[in-house]
């Protein structure tokens, strides 16, 4: 990562605290979309070009999860999704580049309209995300997925099923945002999905 000024407030980055900008407080190290809420266009290609590779060494992990960020925020997904492909196979114990793969496959996309090759695809790398580390907004990326592709198509719903899911999703302060994103991302209006909004106090 190449940052001599913060690329939001534009201070100096702090030599003894280089993850965060000691003026405005905005985090370098971005792994979420939920992070980039709120940026502007100009503002994301500042954060995207804090994470391009440079000639001399290989990519950080971080760097190639926050350039994968960057371009999903701005609807490279295609871009994102090959980015990915390469992580998992570089970082397979980097448990969230699966579920931004699975993020990136499902692109803008409704869930409702993918493919069952593709759902099937994203349900693997979720779960193998959930395996390496149970964080929520893996356990809500697949409900959702339970939900509108399955439900909402019709079809018989694979176990473990939402509610079930849902019933588990365990989250703390830190969890909101990024679960808070999932269901805007995916409006989610359904009433099944009201207990884990409520902890999310959405
Ligand atoms: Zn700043």
Redesign the pocket.
């Known amino acids: 990562m190449k940052a001599n000024d913060?690329?939001?407030?534009?201070?100096p980055v702090d030599s003894q605290n280089t993850k965060k900008?000691?003026?405005?407080?905005?985090v370098f190290v971005v792994e979420k979309t939920s992070q980039l809420a709120g940026f502007d266009k100009s503002l994301i290609a500042k954060f995207k070009s804090m994470y391009a590779p440079s000639n001399d060494c290989g990519s950080a992990i971080e760097d190639v999860i926050g350039l994968a960020v960057c371009h999903m925020a701005i609807g490279n997904y295609s871009i994102a999704k090959s980015l990915l492909e390469r992580t998992v196979v570089d970082h397979p114990l980097y448990c969230r580049a699966y579920y931004l793969l699975a993020l990136s496959i499902i692109g803008n996309r409704k869930i409702k309209n993918l493919t069952l090759k593709e759902v099937k695809e994203v349900e693997r790398l979720i779960l193998v995300a959930v395996d390496l580390n149970e964080m929520p907004e893996y356990w809500m990326l697949l409900a959702i997925v339970r939900y509108q592709y399955y439900r909402c198509n019709g079809l018989r719903v694979p176990a473990p099923d939402e509610d079930h899911i849902l019933s588990g999703v365990k989250m703390s302060d830190d969890d909101r945002a990024e679960v808070t994103e999932l269901v805007t991302k995916f409006n989610i209006n359904d009433p099944r999905f009201n207990r884990v909004k409520k902890k999310a106090n959405l």
Do not use: F, L, N
């Open positions: 913060c690329p939001k407030c534009g201070a900008c000691s003026y405005c407080g905005v």
